[in-house]
T-cell receptor, first 115, second 114 residues
Framework: SAVISQKPSRDICQRGTSLTIQCQVDSQVTMMFWYRQQPGQSLTLIATANQGSEATYESGFVIDKFPISRPNLTFSTLTVSNMSPEDSSIYLC????????????FGPGTRLTVL | AQKVTQAQTEISVVEKEDVTLDCVYETRDTTYYLFWYKQPPSGELVFLIRRNSFDEQNEISGRYSWNFQKSTSSFNFTITASQVVDSAVYFCALRYDRDDKIIFGKGTRLHILP
């Protein structure tokens, strides 16, 4: 497995502001992903963070709202832009080391509340 | 279509009872991977097990056991002699060999009562 940390662990933000969430892994990984978990719901994949290129977004998620960076093989950021109360969720990053046969391991999550 | 169904939304059992969490999946692929994750109240998603589609052998890990049956497209999870610390939301998930994406079920919230 991998040791994954996220910052911040939680935050309360005002409507219209932006928050950047960091995901740090203790070793190089091939793939990094960002998920959203709305209250009482399952996980939804936002995007795949690609190292050195633009992220690959899932249907319903756009780069202007959720810009993602991945400058190297151990670090990624997700920004939630122009927040509204509907963005209140847990945001989780996950990683996998190798191919699609690998297991995804998840970070501790960032619990975001938008007022 | 890819789909994972966890029909049990919420289960409550008294401590020390056994409990089984159901998971039924849909797939047309012959090669796929099934997972169980645990999400305690802290929010972190904890990996429990991965099972490949070509390996139907059941697995036991301490009080946890998993029953994989391709004939019924099910991958059920049993906790024996449950403990209060087992209280969490449990997610079953499916992944194809040709894709990086994981499809999660809606989860089952398990309450272990003291």
């Amino acid at each position: 497995s991998a040791v994954i940390s996220q910052k911040p662990s939680r935050d309360i933000c005002q409507r219209g502001t932006s928050l950047t969430i960091q995901c740090q892994v203790d070793s190089q990984v091939t793939m990094m992903f960002w998920y959203r978990q709305q209250p009482g719901q399952s996980l939804t994949l936002i995007a795949t963070a690609n190292q050195g290129s633009e992220a690959t977004y899932e249907s319903g998620f756009v780069i202007d709202k959720f810009p993602i960076s991945r400058p190297n093989l151990t670090f990624s950021t997700l920004t939630v832009s122009n927040m509204s109360p509907e963005d209140s969720s847990i945001y989780l990053c996950s990683v996998e080391r190798g191919s699609s046969t690998d297991t995804q391991y998840f970070g501790p999550g960032t619990r975001l509340t938008v007022l | 279509a890819q789909k994972v169904t966890q029909a049990q939304t919420e289960i409550s059992v008294v401590e020390k009872e056994d409990v089984t969490l159901d998971c039924v999946y849909e797939t047309r692929d012959t090669t796929y991977y099934l997972f169980w994750y645990k999400q305690p109240p802290s929010g972190e998603l904890v990996f429990l097990i991965r099972r490949n589609s070509f390996d139907e052998q059941n697995e036991i890990s301490g009080r946890y056991s998993w029953n994989f049956q391709k004939s019924t497209s099910s991958f059920n999870f049993t906790i024996t002699a449950s403990q209060v610390v087992d209280s969490a939301v449990y997610f079953c998930a499916l992944r194809y060999d040709r894709d990086d994406k994981i499809i999660f079920g809606k989860g089952t919230r398990l309450h272990i009562l003291p």
